[in-house]
């Protein structure tokens, strides 16, 4: 199996990884600490999925592993979970010591206990099994305490302990994306304690972590509408509010197609916030420009898929925002106008004469407006 294994990292990782790989484990001997890759990485090791991000393990004190290997340039360190950034041969990769932690209340962020444990109490704080597999990187040797292997051939996802979701929450949000990316599926404890957790979802919400909900979104929606539709269809909104989300994929898909916005920055807002504006009276073409130039095309697509002043912002994006005159304030000072707030009271005149005239103006004929309806 190590044999097999080894060539397969042979395909998936560059020469130049694997000579790094090299000089790390003789700079982890000489300190008689270990190094692995543990999670992510190896499960797309063992699917023949690409990987792209490095990260490593050790087993011990990552800092003190970092700070004493020379081809290690830190870049930073998060002293209060051990974890150390560094550049190594052109690589940016991620240090992270083996610790224990716990969970003072649902879906807050963990405290760390303890830096430096063994390999086998690190892993209990895995997510699934699936992401609990070792793998030495000094001889390739797979270390499967959960029976990970064998739940990745299945396509299962089997989380570590029952009180996993009630830890972290977000796990169920990370559980849907492998759903959707590698056709996993919850085993049946793990989705009796996915519907036990969902039903104390309000009571445990206090100490829930936003960051960490806002984070997992990001990667989850990257999947578009299949995503979003499926956390409103398995109640996953449960993790961060009470009442179902009513704006509808499609609406969204409008809003990031019209709008040139990411469709999952704009579910991930429409799932986590609510959405209000002052009120407005468009009586003209230019009450429209005036209302929503102060907006970024983001918020604009906002209230498009919130069906708010959905007509008006339509106009606005596609007839109105782009709408510029020729004439300057330097030009008005040329033809004799005195310099100071008067200047811009008459570019504002022009411009809201431009857009409500529908009239696109030459040079000339702006100059004409201006001489007409203003003295020097």
Not at 26 to 40: D, I, S
Not at 122 to 132: H, S, Y
Not at 158 to 164: N, P, Q
Request: aromatic share 12%; proline share 2%; glycine share 4%.
């Amino acid at each position: 199996m190590n044999n097999n294994f080894k060539k397969i990292i042979e395909t998936k990782l560059s020469s130049d990884v694997l000579n790094l790989i090299s000089e790390l484990n003789f700079c982890a001997q000489k300190l008689n600490l270990r190094l692995y890759f543990v999670g992510g990485i190896v499960r797309d090791l063992i699917m023949g999925v690409d990987v792209s991000d490095i990260d490593i393990l050790v087993e011990g004190s990552a800092i003190e592993f970092c700070s004493s290997c020379d081809i290690c340039q830190i870049l930073s360190i998060h002293k209060d979970f051990g974890t150390v950034k560094c550049k190594v041969r052109g690589y940016d990769i991620d240090f992270a010591s083996t610790r224990c932690e716990s969970y003072p209340q649902s879906g807050c962020l963990p405290e760390v206990n303890q830096i430096g444990v063994s390999l086998d109490e690190d892993i209990k704080r895995r997510d699934f099994t699936v992401n609990a597999i070792a793998l030495s990187l000094d001889n390739f040797e797979l270390i499967d305490y959960f029976c990970g292997m064998s739940d990745i051939q299945n396509k299962t996802l089997k989380i570590l302990h029952k009180d996993s979701f009630i830890d972290d929450p977000t796990r169920i949000l990370r559980g849907l994306d492998f759903s959707i990316r590698f056709g996993f599926e919850f085993d049946k404890i793990t989705k009796s304690a996915l519907v036990s957790y969902l039903e104390q979802a309000p009571r445990l919400r206090e100490g829930l972590s936003l960051s960490r909900v806002e984070l997992t979104l990001d990667k989850v929606l990257s999947n578009n509408d299949v995503a979003y539709n499926k956390i409103i269809e398995n109640k996953y909104y449960k993790i961060f509010r009470d009442d179902v989300p009513s704006i509808s994929s499609a609406k969204i898909l409008d809003a990031s197609n019209i709008f040139s916005q990411p469709f999952s920055h704009i579910a991930k807002f429409l799932l986590l916030n609510s959405f209000s504006v002052p009120e407005a009276d468009f009586k003209s073409d230019y009450d429209i420009y005036l209302f929503f130039k102060k907006y970024s095309d983001f918020e604009l697509a906002l209230f498009y898929a919130f069906d708010v002043y959905s007509n008006q912002v339509l106009k606005y994006y596609s007839d109105l925002k782009d709408i510029a005159l020729i004439l300057s304030g330097a030009d008005l000072i040329a033809l004799g106008f005195e310099q100071g707030k008067r200047i811009g009271e008459i570019l504002d005149k022009l411009l809201e004469y431009r857009i409500n005239s529908k009239n696109i103006l030459t040079k000339d004929e702006e100059i004409a407006f201006v001489i007409d309806n203003f003295k020097k």
